[in-house]
């Protein structure tokens, strides 16, 4: 799944809030509850427990940190049946950001019989996604 799309802060707003995947509780409509796992600020390594609930069922990742620059934050989700790497490239958009969000989603073993299916929920997923983030980072704005 891949959005692009522009919001209202400039980058140095929008990185920084993303790279705290606790901050993910807000935008992303799949999760119910992320906790950071480790202390310090964040930075690459930092670890949160996340709990999401799509088309009825619930699972859970831990997500790590794995890159963080000015522009672009890159997190890793695992667990025994999937890997979800959301990667965020973030560059200047006037007095903006443009965003451009892609998650890809590996799923192992047994769980691969369900893709096909699981495709069409991550789309909407992904328009529903793209809504609320936007939502979020432009209240940051203001």
């Given at each position: 799944m891949s959005r692009t799309f522009t919001v209202e802060p400039a980058p140095d707003v929008v990185v920084p809030y993303l790279a705290d995947f606790g901050n993910v509780e807000q935008w992303d409509p799949g999760t119910e509850r992320c906790t950071r796992t480790d202390d310090g600020p964040v930075r690459v390594g930092s670890k949160w427990h996340n709990t999401s609930k799509i088309a009825g069922i619930s699972t859970e990742l831990t997500y790590t940190l794995e890159q963080l620059s000015a522009d672009q934050v890159v997190l890793v989700g695992r667990n025994d049946t999937a890997t979800s790497t959301e990667t965020i490239d973030i560059t200047p958009d006037?007095?903006?950001?443009?965003?451009?969000?892609?998650?890809?989603?590996?799923?192992?073993?047994?769980?691969?019989?369900?893709a096909p299916l699981g495709k069409v929920v991550f789309e909407k997923l992904g328009n529903d996604t793209e809504r609320q983030l936007t939502d979020v980072l432009n209240g940051l704005a203001r």
């Open positions: 006037g007095t903006g950001s443009r965003i451009a969000y892609t998650n890809d989603l590996e799923i192992k073993g047994a769980a691969k019989l369900a």
